[in-house]
């Protein structure tokens, strides 16, 4: 029986580093940080992980002490779903 190469679907290191290019541009994007943790890990950048879980919480704490709650939280929401802007998707524009 031969060995099959599987070629991944997603190129995890290209995804990495576009992420990596946001944060240089962006240093203040704790939801990239914290989504690069995990990421990190699985990859055995430990160093990496670390670094990033503790700038993820510092800008969190600091946003929480600096903002009343419901402002980091509108924040927070906004960045999960940002706002589309003038953007019409196929859906919005049928209505």
């Given at each position: 029986m031969a060995t099959e190469t599987v070629t991944p679907i997603i190129d995890i290191p290209a995804l990495v580093a576009r992420a990596e290019a946001h944060v240089e541009q962006h240093p203040y994007d704790a939801l990239c940080l914290a989504l690069l943790v995990p990421v990190y890990l699985e990859l055995g950048r430990h160093d990496d992980a670390a670094k990033a879980r503790h700038n993820t919480l510092t800008m969190l704490s600091t946003a929480i002490r600096t903002?009343?709650?419901?402002?980091v939280l509108r924040?927070?929401?906004?960045m999960l779903n940002p706002p589309l802007g003038d953007s019409a998707?196929?859906?919005t524009?049928?209505?």
């Amino acid at each position: 029986m031969a060995t099959e190469t599987v070629t991944p679907i997603i190129d995890i290191p290209a995804l990495v580093a576009r992420a990596e290019a946001h944060v240089e541009q962006h240093p203040y994007d704790a939801l990239c940080l914290a989504l690069l943790v995990p990421v990190y890990l699985e990859l055995g950048r430990h160093d990496d992980a670390a670094k990033a879980r503790h700038n993820t919480l510092t800008m969190l704490s600091t946003a929480i002490r600096t903002n009343t709650l419901d402002e980091v939280l509108r924040a927070y929401g906004v960045m999960l779903n940002p706002p589309l802007g003038d953007s019409a998707t196929p859906a919005t524009s049928a209505a």
